[in-house]
């Protein structure tokens, strides 16, 4: 039994890998802050308080171990806001959105990889992580500070696992740009907040925005198919 571990479980791409991952047969367990309607298997919790989630990791690990024939931890819970310049951002929204998007992702993946040291199945971290942890982008000083974070978190994973007897893979996967709650947040932000706001709006009006559901059919594929070590620990979906 393949089992996945996806954060941001209740919308957007998390939903989608959910249910996705889930008609295939795989055991999929979703963390998030709600739980959605008529989904099994999902725990609720809220990732920017941090001190719980190694015990999280540690339980759902034992759970199914026994029964498992791989673990993939999917990382994909993240916030864009707080929205604005540097000088005029809140401090507490500051601190949440690093807890979210890049201090609870190494504590979920440090937990992952401790407790599955000795499991001899496949072993494998997907980061999901955005151009904007490779370009900066002005109002977003916070969000392209915590997804360039994940991504070379993922790269210094990727070369301590390369010696480690049963290694864990992994890799920093940009999704592209999807359409959902995420980029309704940017579209109902302030152009003095944020100056490329006109461009997301274009995204939305001129349908270049992605779905949730093809971007996880994109995902599952990459997933299925690729050998991280091979294509690395960073990656862009457009790539593919």
């Known amino acids: 039994m393949d089992v996945f571990i996806i954060t941001g479980a209740s919308k957007g791409i998390g939903l989608e890998l959910s249910r996705q991952l889930r008609a295939k047969g795989n055991k999929v367990i979703g963390v998030a802050r709600t739980v959605p309607a ?3 298997d999902f725990v609720s919790a809220d990732l920017a308080q941090t001190a719980g989630l190694v ?11 026994e029964a498992a024939t791989s673990f993939t931890l999917v ?3 993240g916030m864009v806001d707080p929205i604005g310049m540097i000088g005029s951002v809140s401090a507490k929204e500051m601190t949440t959105a690093m807890a979210v998007n ?4 190494m504590i979920l993946s440090n937990a992952f990889i ?6 001899t199945g496949p072993k494998r971290i997907v980061n999901i992580s955005s151009g904007a942890g490779r370009n900066a982008y002005e109002g977003w000083g916070t969000y392209c500070t915590t997804k360039a974070g994940l991504d070379h978190f993922s790269r210094v994973v990727a070369l301590e696992q390369a010696n480690a007897e049963y ?4 890799v920093s996967i940009a999704p592209g740009i999807i359409d959902t709650g995420m980029q309704e947040t940017i579209r109902a ?7 490329l706001l006109e461009r997301f709006i274009d995204y939305k009006e001129q349908g270049l925005l992605s779905s949730a559901e093809q971007t996880a059919e994109k995902l599952i ?5 690729e050998d991280f070590k091979v294509v690395g620990p960073i990656m862009d979906i457009h790539n593919y």
């Open 102 to 105: 890049l201090t609870a992702p």
């Open 55 to 65: 015990e999280l990791m540690d339980a759902l690990i034992d759970e199914n171990r």
């Open 38 to 40: 008529d989904v099994e």
């Open 75 to 77: 990382n994909n819970a």
């Open 221 to 225: 594929l990459f997933m299925e198919h």
């Open 189 to 195: 932000s302030q152009e003095e907040a944020f100056p």
């Open 167 to 170: 290694p864990v893979a992994i």
């Open 114 to 119: 401790a407790k599955l040291k000795n499991f």
